[in-house]
């Protein structure tokens, strides 16, 4: 997975969309047109209560959550194999 920088995020009422610059992307293919999406993120109140409740539930996790600075961030995977972001933000 190439290193990724974190450049913005534009928020709308309660939507936040987060554009991310990445070294060296690949592309996923030359067919000019996919269905589907890379991720997507979902806000929670509180890191450790979600982990415990997914865990307990048998969710795995993909990436253990990180205390990024800001925010803390970790990821499951749904049936599919697409990537779901927990993130819970330090206000």
């Keep these: 997975m190439p290193p ?3 450049v913005i995020n534009l928020q709308l009422g309660d939507t936040v969309m987060e554009i ?3 070294d060296n992307p690949i592309p996923k293919s030359n067919v000019p047109w ?3 999406y890379k991720a997507i993120a979902l ?3 509180d890191m450790r209560k979600a982990v415990d409740h997914l865990k307990a539930h048998n969710v795995p996790f993909n990436r253990d959550p ?3 600075g800001d925010s803390l961030r970790g990821e ?3 049936p599919d194999g697409l990537i779901i972001e927990l993130r ?3 206000r």
């Design 88 to 90: 819970q933000w330090k």
């Design 66 to 68: 990180v205390d990024l």
């Design 43 to 45: 806000e929670v109140e």
């Design 20 to 22: 991310i610059d990445v």
């Design 4 to 6: 990724m920088r974190e």
């Design 34 to 36: 996919q269905v589907g």
């Design 76 to 78: 499951i995977l749904d």
